[in-house]
């Protein structure tokens, strides 16, 4: 089978055996992919590790299998490395690849997630507020997946009323007329929808005209953009638990 070439980054790795790794890559031209790339941790190996190091951005050769059998991936090279030194910065970029391998499924292709991976890892180079980068990637990563979130108007009557609720389940928000019809809807405070809105709205690249968003806000948000991925998986394990990290 022929190789796909794609530009790609680079969401996880794992060593295997003595000198190989397996990569999770967020393919341009593939979406997600899982590989092995062989030979790569000996000392005569010609490949850079940054060309395999999570967070960058590669070019690299694809070669599909269509069992179970594990896909190659080979002659890696690294278009940007996202030098990222501050230690919230790296905190906040890896539970973002760890955020995107975790909620994609394999072999769905989304170019938006692609561009976003690159705009965000840019952006986290040089920001002084990678909480709030991380939070509005996250709300802008679950608009792309389509699970919501509706903060004009109420998910269930569509009506735009008061809405002291929110709902991870409708992804967005719940007037009190509708809260019956949905058990789960939690509180939301005027205070923080209006936050939230704005973040919802705003191009990550443009995250550094705002200077601060006080910790319990910022955490909040995060919980019901949480609780709206968190309606659309099974995972059983506690995903979000390494965020307290960040936020
Ligand atoms: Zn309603």
């Not at 996202?82 to 989304?110: M, P, R």
Request: net charge positive; with cysteine; hydrophobic share 40%.
């Amino acid at each position: 089978m022929a190789p796909v070439k794609t530009e790609a980054i680079i969401l996880k790795k794992n060593n295997f055996r003595e000198t190989s790794v397996i990569l999770s890559l967020y393919t341009e031209h593939l979406g997600k992919i899982k590989g092995l790339l062989k030979g790569v941790r000996t000392e005569k190996s010609r490949i850079p590790p940054l060309a395999f190091t999570p967070g960058a951005h590669i070019f690299a050769l694809s070669y599909m299998k269509r069992s179970s059998e594990l896909n190659l991936i080979s002659s890696p090279s690294l278009i940007e490395y996202y030098d990222i030194c501050g230690k919230e910065n790296l905190k906040a970029w890896h539970l973002i690849l760890n955020l995107v391998n975790l909620f994609t499924q394999e072999k769905e292709k989304d170019e938006k997630i692609f561009n976003l991976l690159k705009k965000t890892g840019k952006i986290l180079v040089s920001s002084s507020t990678p909480e709030i980068v991380f939070v509005i990637f996250k709300l802008r990563i679950i608009k792309i997946f389509g699970y919501g979130i509706e903060l004009s108007r109420c998910t269930i009557c569509r009506k735009e009323e008061e809405h002291p609720f929110f709902s991870g389940k409708e992804g967005g928000i719940v007037c009190r007329k509708c809260r019956g019809r949905e058990a789960y809807a939690v509180n939301i405070s005027g205070r923080i929808l209006n936050v939230m809105r704005q973040l919802e709205r705003m191009d990550i690249e443009k995250s550094g005209i705002i200077k601060s968003i006080p910790g319990e806000i910022l955490r909040k948000i995060n919980f019901y953009a949480n609780i709206t991925l968190n309606y659309h998986t099974d995972m059983d394990k506690i995903w979000w638990a390494n965020e307290k990290n960040l936020l």
